[in-house]
Every structure is written in C-alpha cells, then in structure tokens.
C-alpha cells in the first residue's frame, strides 16, 4: 500500500546543530508540506512544495529550509536549532493539484526536542 | 484570513452514547473541502470524514457524520455508539487558501468513559 513515512520518529539534539527530519510518501502525490504542532496552535504550515524543484515558505518558515529534488522526498532542515524548534513535526501530501478541493494525507510525526 | 474554531477543549462521553463536537470556520473559497482528523496518543493524524462543501448531503463514515451547515459556516462532528478506541484528540481543518494548505482548529480532546 502506497503511504508516508517520516524518520525519525523521535530526535533530540542540542541547540545550534543542522538536523534534518526526513519525508517520503509513496503514492506519487506532487504537493508536500510540513507542519509543526505546538500544545495551543494546533498545525501550523512550514513549508511546501507543489513539485520537483517547487517549494515556498508557509506561515512559520524563519529557521527552516526545504528542498524538493525528486516527488518522493521533503526533507525539512533545521540550520541551526534552537529550543523554539522543539514541536512535532508532521509532513502531509495531496493527491490534487492543491487548493481547496484536495486532501490531505499524514505521516506519523517526528518529536524533536532541542536541548 | 481563513480561521478554524473549536469552542470545546475537553469532551467526554459514555461509552455507546453519541457525542458532537463543534466546529466553526471561516474561509473565502465558495468551493471547498472540510476536515476532521483524529489524533490518537500514537501522534499520528487519521482523516476521519471529509465534506464537500458544495454538496448539502451530509457526509456519513461508518459511527462518524457531520453536521455541515454552510451559511452559518459550522462544521460539527457526531460520533455515534462511542467506543473506547474514539478517544482522542479531534480537529476540524478547513482549506487555507493560496498556499494549498490546511487551517486546524486547537482540538478537542475526546475522553470515552467505560
């Protein structure tokens, strides 16, 4: 069965190091994002990509970067982490061409905490 | 802007007793899809029903239907014979707009007494 999958699950790290959380979802969807969760926030957008070569920034971009070089794969990079970067991070895909008749579909999340 | 929200933070149920969660949104598109997702203690995110916001029929998954009243753009959530297994945190979503993602709501968190 086609699906998403994110490693790792779980990740601490220290304050100023790159860590990068990985995304790959089988079902050939052009449109991926990333989220993050926060206790009082719900989801909030943090980057996305509508393709290959593709991506923007969402609402909460400032210290995160993405790249898109093929349409499985959106890693999300952290430059230099810092405790504000502690959340869960989830990465979601869409079947359509975006837009508000399209939906979503979720990965299992990642817990980063930064120490 | 669009915005998601959920009045209730906390909601609890009797096990095989019906329970609604609400839901109020805002969005600018005239054509658009709605959302509730499940958020069990695992993390992960569970599409529990969609609705078409340009259909009046309500939409029904199994226990799971909705009550979507577009004019006064409310979007409740009713689960039927509640098991034990329907606990969970629940949110509403709604389109977001240019960006092609998703709005959430802050949640409500389902307790299901045995």
């Known amino acids: 069965d086609a699906e998403i999958t994110q490693s790792p699950r779980h990740k601490i790290t220290e304050t100023g190091r790159q860590v990068t959380l990985a995304c790959h979802q089988t079902?050939?969807?052009?449109?991926m994002f990333w989220y993050r969760q926060d206790l009082g926030h719900g989801l909030r957008l943090i980057h996305y990509?509508?393709?290959?070569?593709?991506?923007n920034k969402g609402e909460v971009s400032d210290g995160y970067s993405v790249s898109r070089s093929n349409t499985e794969d959106l890693p999300l990079t952290l430059e230099s982490a810092a405790s504000s970067q502690t959340s869960v991070y989830f990465c979601?895909?869409?079947?359509?061409?975006?837009?508000?008749?399209?939906?979503?579909?979720f990965g299992p999340g990642t817990r980063l905490t930064v120490l | 802007a669009q915005t998601v929200t959920q009045s209730q933070p906390e909601m609890s149920v009797q096990e095989a007793e019906t329970v609604t969660l609400s839901c109020t949104y805002d969005?600018?598109?005239?054509?658009?899809?709605l959302f509730w997702y499940k958020q069990p203690p695992s993390r992960q995110m569970i599409l529990v029903i969609r609705?078409?916001?340009?259909?009046?029929q309500n939409a029904t998954e199994n226990r799971f239907s909705v009550n979507f009243q577009k004019a006064a753009k409310s979007f409740s959530l009713k689960i039927s014979d509640s098991q034990l297994g329907d606990a969970a945190m629940y949110f509403c979503?709604?389109?977001?707009?240019?960006?092609?993602?998703?709005?959430f709501g802050k949640g409500t968190k389902l307790s299901v007494k045995p």
């Open positions: 979601a895909s869409s079947e359509l061409d975006g837009g508000s008749l399209d939906t979503q579909y």
């Open positions: 079902w050939n969807h052009n449109n």
């Open positions: 990509s509508y393709g290959v070569h593709d991506t």
């Open positions: 969005t600018s598109e005239s054509d658009y899809y």
């Open positions: 609705q078409e916001a340009y259909k009046q």
């Open positions: 979503a709604c389109p977001g707009g240019s960006q092609g993602n998703l709005i």
